[in-house]
């Protein structure tokens, strides 16, 4: 059984950062394409950053320069480093493996 779960969400000042994690249960990080996604209130779900087995990563361009994934196999964890926070990147962000398994999700909150 696959399990994901996200953590690192939180109220933030713009221009502050945060780090995400994904830990990942039943199934490696490193074995598998992983993504985070966001979805904020009104709006569809989208593609923040992906990183595929062999490490290469695609990174959208609102977030480009400010947002990096990346991962630790032997954590078997996934993350998002998030810097210059802007209030547009409020939303939930989740955790995606093999485009198929997604976690609970967490709040990233961007306000003064």
């Known amino acids: 059984q696959v399990q994901l779960v996200e953590s690192g969400g939180g109220l933030v000042q713009p221009g502050g950062s945060l780090r995400l994690s994904c830990v990942a249960s039943g199934r490696r990080v490193d074995m598998n394409n992983m993504g985070w996604y966001r979805q904020a209130p009104g709006k569809q779900r989208e593609l923040v950053a992906e990183?595929?087995?062999?490490?290469?990563?695609n990174i959208a361009k609102s977030v480009k320069g400010r947002f990096t994934i990346s991962r630790d196999d032997d954590k078997n964890t996934l993350y998002l480093q998030m810097n210059n926070l802007k209030v547009e990147d409020t939303a939930v962000y989740y955790c995606l493996m093999a485009f198929r398994y997604w976690g609970q999700g967490t709040q990233v909150t961007v306000s003064s």
């Open positions: 990183i595929s087995v062999g490490g290469a990563t």
